[in-house]
């Protein structure tokens, strides 16, 4: 796969705008500042195709990079606590709408951070795939904030803290600045598409 070959397609802020599903989508998913963006970047080997903010709840729309006979999809972030309710629930019906409208959704890359257990908005997030029979991958971001016995600690808590959730998924550790990751991340994609 030809991962050079990418543009930034377009982005929509209601379900309204979507347009049809024409070709396999990869999601990425996760709360607010968790490096989505940092990790499409990093897979795509560009520094700033993908938006990063250093501001929680900045990526407010779902935002399409065409790419080799596939889309990757930068989905907006949740749980930042000053979004106002509009916002919200604005985001919540897209979020709905996307997964509802019955586009071909290969894989969805569900993000934590590393460093911090899993939060109710991420198992919510993933109760919501698996409801829907999305198939997932989690990915732990960051990973290289952490200290070898940090990290292992991690390693081992994940687990538990995802229960029923974690169970036969395949959870990777992700760093944007060494790289850690994103072979296995690449790997995935390309038997999905």
């Avoid at 560009?46 to 990063?52: D, E, T």
């Avoid at 971001?141 to 940090?150: G, Q, V």
Wanted: charge should be negative; charged fraction near 30%; include cysteine.
């Amino acid at each position: 796969m030809n991962y050079n070959n990418v543009i930034f397609e377009k982005a929509f802020g209601t379900f309204e705008q979507l347009s049809e599903s024409d070709m396999p989508e990869i999601c990425f998913s996760g709360r607010s500042n968790v490096g989505k963006s940092s990790l499409i970047n990093k897979i795509l080997n560009r520094k700033s195709l993908a938006r990063v903010s250093t501001k929680p709840g900045k990526t407010v729309t779902i935002n399409f990079y065409k790419c080799d006979g596939m889309r990757l999809v930068d989905l907006p972030g949740y749980g930042y606590a000053k979004v106002p309710f509009a916002e919200r629930d604005r985001w919540s019906d897209l979020m709905e709408g996307y997964f509802r409208s019955e586009r071909d959704i290969r894989m969805v890359f569900q993000l934590v951070d590393m460093r911090h257990p899993a939060t109710a908005f991420d198992l919510s997030m993933l109760e919501f795939l698996r409801h829907f029979d999305i198939p997932y991958t989690v990915v732990l971001t960051k990973s290289d904030k952490l200290n070898r016995t940090e990290y292992k600690n991690r390693c081992e808590l994940i687990l538990e803290e995802l229960g029923e959730f974690g169970e036969g998924v395949e959870i990777i550790p992700f760093s944007a600045q060494n790289g850690e990751g994103v072979e296995r991340i690449r790997e995935i994609i390309e038997s999905q598409i």
